[in-house]
């Protein structure tokens, strides 16, 4: 052997060293796998049941998950009947909702208009009350013009009779015959 040889002898002796920490190392691993493995299987050997033993399981427990299958569809059945019942609620809801804002809106437009309508309904009725008091006026002023007239001929008059000139009719000194009017 050369002195060549030995660098590379010693890398190989290395090499050699380290595949059998490796060997060690799983062989330790594949033992302690097999200890669980058969821990395993030795606590499940009594889970493992007979062939009838476990198709009848199997039966009771496909059942009782049919079981639990239709209670749940019951309540799948009964909570979308109320989640209809809700929807329908919100839909008549929602409905009295516009009905009564379209109301709301009416009522705030017929407020608005109150001050317009009743002044021209308070101008209607009015109309005829002024007719009748201009009516009513112009026979005051007449009959008040009436009145002065009246009051002055009478004061006229008045002036008149306490200074009456009544025509003198001449005497005489025979019978004065008045007239007749038969026997009345």
């Known amino acids: 052997m050369t002195q060549a040889d030995t660098p590379h002898i010693q890398q190989?002796?290395?090499?050699?060293v380290r595949l059998q920490e490796e060997l060690q190392m799983r062989d330790q691993l594949v033992q302690q796998l097999s200890q669980e493995l058969f821990r395993l299987v030795k606590g499940n050997a009594n889970a493992v049941p007979t062939s009838e033993i476990s198709s009848e399981?199997?039966?009771?427990?496909?059942?009782?998950?049919?079981?639990?299958?239709?209670?749940?569809?019951?309540?799948v059945t009964f909570?979308?009947?109320?989640?209809?019942?809700?929807?329908?609620e919100i839909y008549q809801l929602r409905q009295s909702v516009q009905e009564l804002t379209d109301r709301s809106r009416m009522l705030e437009q017929v407020v608005q208009e109150l001050p317009k309508i009743y002044k021209q309904k308070f101008a209607e009725r009015m109309?005829?009350?002024?007719?009748?008091?201009?009516?009513?006026?112009?026979?005051?002023?007449?009959?008040?013009?009436?009145?002065?007239?009246?009051?002055?001929?009478?004061?006229v008059r008045t002036r008149r009779t306490s200074h009456l000139d009544l025509p003198s009719f001449p005497r005489s000194e025979g019978d004065v015959s008045l007239p007749s009017f038969g026997n009345a």
Do not use: C, G, T
């Open 12 to 16: 190989l002796q290395s090499e050699v």
């Open 57 to 75: 399981r199997h039966l009771a427990e496909m059942r009782a998950l049919r079981e639990q299958l239709q209670h749940v569809e019951q309540q």
């Open 79 to 88: 909570y979308q009947e109320q989640i209809a019942e809700r929807d329908a």
């Open 127 to 155: 109309a005829p009350v002024r007719e009748k008091v201009a009516l009513v006026q112009r026979e005051n002023r007449q009959l008040h013009a009436e009145l002065q007239s009246v009051s002055y001929r009478l004061a």
